[in-house]
């Protein structure tokens, strides 16, 4: 019997998948990976819930009800968890509308913008509830590390990755620590 | 030669010149934002905070002395300058990834230079006006980190463009026309004002993304080797003219 496999959990929150695409850059080592780790939730996964799990990976920024629930759980189920790029370290893009009054953006986008037909701002109950401006995750819950870039590269995940999977504090080198 | 130590080493000294022109004399880099070699200094950004005998200092406005030790490359003053720089980045609003100024901004490769993966601190995202109304520069609040070096530029060239005006967090970059817009000052795309922004918050127009990522200036070289590279030659030349 080999060693129990690492699990990790990843999500996103509100991003745009690029940093998920980006883990997948990491290319062939995937197989690696897969030989040490095993993937609880993730949308590569599509588990909806984890259960405990060693590590999280979190991409995006914290702007609506569900958000915070979903990272809540996470929290909650792993031991390390991981900030991973500029929306969930910044607030990034999605941010940019901390600047606007959020009922402004609502009617900008189902109301008064170019193309809308039938102009209604949704209301389903089903809908998560918009936050009033889009948070980095550590205004929500405690983060244990950051992976900076938009979005980090294959590598600079890859470096963090085996530093956690091994044991060691991650320290990433002058090449790999971008913001963009 | 008088001269002082810095983290050991011996520094000589002119007498006159602060701790950060004797250091970069030297060739060490001693992190910094608000200080340039061309201007006086203004010792804002506390970025060259080191230690002068147990106490805290500007290097950039410190006068440099006999039997001083300094020490500038401790843990401790290297956490000091990260927790400034972190306060910069979310009092402001910095979203890199849209910058046009991403991998040549000095205030990005001070945070790289300093190991910086967060901004540790709950943003502010502060509202700030955008002023586009000058047909070749663009000036955009949201990035400026109140260095006061486009303020010290314009004031020499005889224009005094730019002010700061209020303080604290209330402080903003303030524009000298009767509108308050750049558009109305005789601000021109050539003077030293609209270049000498550390970050990207004085843009000349039509010069964006020029350079292709890794090819830009921090992609590859640390601030603190270029700031060696660009800025040492220029150490001394203001006092050296002064005292003529
Ligand atoms: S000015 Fe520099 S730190 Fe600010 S957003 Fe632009 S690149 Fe980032
Ligand atoms: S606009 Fe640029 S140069 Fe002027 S004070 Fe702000 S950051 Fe400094
Ligand atoms: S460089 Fe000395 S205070 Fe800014």
Known sequence: MGKPKIRIATTSLAGCFGCHMSFLDIDERLLDLVEIAELDRSPLTDIKHCTDCDIAIVEGGVCNSENVHVLRELRRACKKLVSIGACAINGGIPALRNRYDLGDCLEEAFITGIGVTDPQVPGDPELPLLLDKVHPIHEVVKVDYFIPGCPPSGDTIWAVLTDLIEGREPVLPYELTHYD | ?244
Do not use: W
């Not at chain 2, 970059?173 to 000052?185: A, I, M, R």
């Open chain 2, 1 to 244: 030669m008088p001269h002082f130590t810095l983290d050991g080493r011996t520094i000589p000294f002119e007498p006159g010149q602060t701790l950060m022109e004797a250091a970069m004399a030297a060739g060490v880099y001693i992190p910094h934002l608000c200080y340039h070699p061309d201007f006086e200094p203004h010792g804002s950004c506390k970025l060259c905070s080191v230690e002068v005998n147990g106490r805290i200092c500007s290097a950039c406005t410190f006068p440099a002395a006999e039997n001083q030790e300094v020490i500038s490359a401790s843990e401790e003053v290297r956490h000091l300058r990260l927790r400034l720089t972190q306060m910069l980045f979310v009092e402001g609003n910095h979203l890199c990834p849209s910058c046009e100024a991403s991998g040549s901004c000095e205030l990005q490769a001070t945070g790289y230079y300093l190991g910086m993966t967060d901004g540790h601190f709950s943003h502010f995202f502060p509202r700030r006006e955008i002023d586009a109304s000058h047909p070749e520069v663009l000036l955009d609040r949201d990035r400026c980190i109140f260095c006061a070096l486009c303020v010290r530029a314009s004031r020499d060239e005889g224009k005094n463009v730019f002010a700061l005006s209020g303080r604290g967090i209330h402080t903003r970059l303030v524009v000298n026309s009767p509108s308050g817009k750049l558009g109305d000052t005789d601000l021109e795309a050539t003077d030293r004002a609209a270049h000498i922004c550390p970050v990207g918050a004085i843009l000349v127009r039509g010069t964006a993304f020029r350079a292709p990522i890794g090819e830009r200036k921090y992609d590859h070289r640390t601030i603190a080797q270029v700031a060696l590279e660009e800025e040492r030659p220029l150490v001394g030349r203001q006092h050296g003219q002064a005292e003529d």
